[in-house]
């Protein structure tokens, strides 16, 4: 009696939790910017193949030394997916290559890459909202940096971006993670190392229609210079959400506040294409 006690509780337990049934995808991606395929993993809603609806897409950039597959292999990133009903793109910004068109590697030009060609494709390929009001990108570390440094410069693709842990200002960091690879000498670049450290840029995501969203660990190496960026944020009177939990550079981190900025992009997509009458709209092609 007491095992099948035992058996209807586990039971009805299981029948409680959540099944995640999103769809994870690994393609190639190609490049004219830079004559290469880097593979990208894209990860749909479990209701993507249920349907004919357009859905907005979220852009999650990896960090130094890593690639495509970190965020879906070391955080439970996919069951986001389901959960806000969105895609998730992850492609990959190359080892050290800190998404710059770099001015001293002329191979190496993940801006454009991510920026224009990835978004090109997957909204050619899936059923994406193809619009500014539905699209976010935000990353980890160097893809923090990333992520709003694309965001500015292509400021009509993206409403909304993101930096989890971000090397937000690389600065002081000259001879650290091949920075210098992507930005040239720092003393004979300095000028590259000012133009885009996101600090200097704080201005121009002044009416450039962006919702941001900052968030680092207390005791991460990338703190100072992300209290610097909020409050140059806020002496410019710049609306963000900027938050700061107990934690340092770790997966223990990120996979936590990856869940809080997934809410706040959720959140905005749906404030902004609730009256927009493409959302989800069914596909009539």
């Given at each position: 009696?007491?095992s099948?006690?035992?058996?209807?509780?586990v039971?009805?337990?299981a029948?409680?939790?959540?099944?995640?049934a999103?769809?994870?995808?690994?393609?190639?991606?190609?490049?004219?910017?830079?004559?290469?395929s880097?593979?990208?993993?894209?990860?749909?809603?479990?209701?993507?193949?249920k349907?004919?609806?357009?859905?907005?897409?979220?852009?999650?950039?990896?960090?130094w030394?890593?690639?495509h597959?970190d965020?879906?292999?070391?955080?439970g990133?996919?069951?986001?997916?389901?959960?806000?009903?969105?895609?998730?793109?992850?492609?990959?910004?190359?080892?050290?290559?800190?998404?710059?068109d770099?001015?001293?590697?002329?191979?190496d030009k993940?801006?454009?890459?991510?920026?224009?060609?990835?978004?090109?494709l997957?909204?050619?390929?899936?059923?994406?909202?193809?619009?500014?009001?539905?699209r976010?990108?935000?990353?980890?570390?160097m893809g923090?940096?990333?992520?709003?440094?694309i965001?500015?410069?292509?400021?009509?693709?993206?409403?909304?971006?993101?930096?989890?842990?971000?090397?937000?200002?690389p600065?002081?960091f000259?001879d650290?993670?091949?920075?210098?690879?992507?930005f040239?000498?720092?003393?004979?670049?300095?000028?590259?190392?000012?133009?885009?450290?996101i600090?200097?840029?704080?201005?121009?995501?002044?009416?450039?229609?962006?919702?941001?969203?900052?968030?680092?660990?207390?005791?991460?190496?990338?703190?100072?210079?992300n209290r610097?960026?909020?409050?140059?944020?806020?002496?410019?009177?710049?609306?963000?959400?900027?938050?700061e939990?107990?934690?340092?550079?770790s997966?223990d981190?990120?996979s936590n506040?990856?869940?809080?900025?997934?809410?706040?992009?959720?959140?905005?997509?749906?404030?902004?294409?609730?009256?927009?009458?493409?959302?989800?709209?069914?596909?009539?092609?």
């Open positions: 009696m007491r099948l006690i035992l058996g209807l509780l039971g009805a337990l029948a409680l939790s959540p099944v995640w999103f769809e994870t995808i690994t393609l190639p991606i190609p490049s004219a910017a830079m004559n290469k880097p593979n990208a993993t894209v990860i749909l809603p479990d209701s993507y193949r349907g004919s609806t357009r859905y907005a897409t979220l852009y999650l950039l990896h960090g030394a890593g690639s597959a965020w879906s292999q070391k955080s990133v996919g069951k986001l997916a389901d959960e806000h009903d969105l895609i998730i793109v992850m492609p990959d910004g190359g080892y050290d290559k800190w998404y710059v770099s001015p001293v590697s002329p191979g993940y801006e454009t890459y991510i920026g224009k060609e990835v978004v090109a997957i909204d050619q390929r899936f059923r994406t909202l193809a619009q500014k009001s539905a976010a990108i935000t990353g980890l570390s923090g940096f990333g992520a709003l440094h965001a500015l410069d292509q400021a009509a693709t993206f409403g909304a971006a993101g930096s989890i842990s971000g090397g937000v200002d600065r002081p000259p650290r993670w091949n920075i210098a690879g992507a040239g000498d720092p003393v004979r670049n300095a000028a590259y190392w000012n133009e885009v450290a600090i200097n840029n704080v201005q121009r995501f002044s009416g450039a229609g962006i919702d941001l969203a900052i968030d680092c660990g207390v005791d991460d190496f990338f703190v100072p210079s610097a960026l909020h409050q140059r944020l806020l002496e410019l009177k710049v609306a963000h959400d900027y938050s939990r107990p934690g340092g550079h997966w981190y990120w506040a990856i869940k809080y900025q997934v809410l706040y992009f959720s959140t905005k997509f749906k404030e902004k294409l609730g009256a927009d009458t493409t959302a989800h709209r069914p596909d009539r092609a």
